[in-house]
């Protein structure tokens, strides 16, 4: 029999096979015993098209998780890395702000109230201050429209030094000075650039909308880091440390499993176990997960 699902731990979509409906996925999930998924939009052509969708689309998504009871609560928009916001292109600038516009609609039909954005100003191209300007106002022209709309923004901690620490995410968030422009950690990302862990949770913990699970292997001098496909427990994070910093905090908040099993050879197998192995690092760090 299958243990309660968590209703605070969730599932990234690219865990999981590539299920013809968002019904197969959403039972797919609550089978492994999680309680949400978190939507992908990344670089592919498939998943961009998602912006797009027309009204039947949308109503079948929303009866999907109503019919399943479980919640698509947050979308992870990585499709900026292919279009991003500070290019030196005009005509790729208008892309990414076109995605931008989209999502955000996108997120208000399908009842989705956190945007996790990528914190990128550049990714295939140079990094320079006009870019990162760029990237700024970007921001900027984002947090007004998802005030417009009721939907969260959460710049996500990246594998990149751009934006490789909340501190540096707090520096533009001073400047943007909205309520509907907030955080949304990576902890793999934050351990990887050796940021103190328990520092940046205390300080940051109310602009914090949810956190990304994630291990990975740490930037060295010779070495450029590992961001993805880490197996949990192999990596510089330390999980029930972790865990112990935010039962400390009480942190009220959820919490998404980042992997990317879905070309697995038994994809449900291999987040059940993420799940499984996530709990116990809870119960050791006295976090109360339920």
């Known amino acids: 029999m299958m243990d309660k699902a968590s209703p ?3 599932i990234y979509e690219k865990a999981m096979p590539r299920f013809e409906s968002w019904a197969h996925r959403l039972e797919a999930a609550a089978s492994a015993g999680y309680g949400f998924v978190e939507m992908s939009i990344d670089e592919s052509d498939e998943r961009l098209s998602r912006l797009e969708w027309g009204k039947a689309e949308r109503r079948a998504f929303r009866d999907a998780t109503l019919d399943a009871g479980v919640p ?4 992870c928009l990585s499709g900026h890395r292919r279009y991003p916001l500070g290019s030196a292109d005009p005509s790729v600038r208008a892309k990414a702000w076109d995605m931008m516009e989209k999502a955000v609609d996108l997120a208000a039909d399908l009842g989705i109230r956190t945007i996790q954005l990528a914190g990128y100003d550049v990714y295939y191209e140079p990094s320079t201050p006009a870019s990162r300007e760029a990237f700024a106002l970007a921001m900027e022209r984002a947090a007004r429209l998802a005030s417009a ?3 969260m ?3 996500e901690i990246m594998d990149y030094p751009f934006m490789n620490s909340i501190g540096k995410w707090k520096k533009l968030a001073d400047r943007i000075g909205s309520p509907w422009f907030q ?3 990576d902890v793999g990302n934050l351990s990887a650039w050796w ?3 328990e520092a940046e949770l205390s300080v940051y913990l109310p602009n914090i909308v949810a956190l990304h699970l994630k291990d990975t292997l740490a930037v060295g001098p010779d070495f450029p880091g590992k961001f993805r496909d880490v197996p949990f427990g192999l990596g510089c994070v330390d999980f029930t440390a972790l865990f112990s910093i935010l039962a400390k905090l009480d942190y009220k ?8 099993t879905e070309k697995a050879h038994n994809p449900l197998e291999e987040i059940a176990k993420a799940r499984r192995w996530m709990l116990r690092r809870m119960e050791e760090g006295g976090f109360a997960h339920a």
């Open 8 to 10: 605070r731990l969730g």
């Open 153 to 155: 923004m959460g710049m």
């Open 72 to 75: 698509v609560p947050s979308l």
């Open 183 to 185: 955080v949304y950690p």
């Open 253 to 260: 908040g959820s919490f998404v499993v980042e992997m990317w």
């Open 195 to 197: 940021n103190d862990i």
């Open 149 to 151: 709309r009721q939907v």
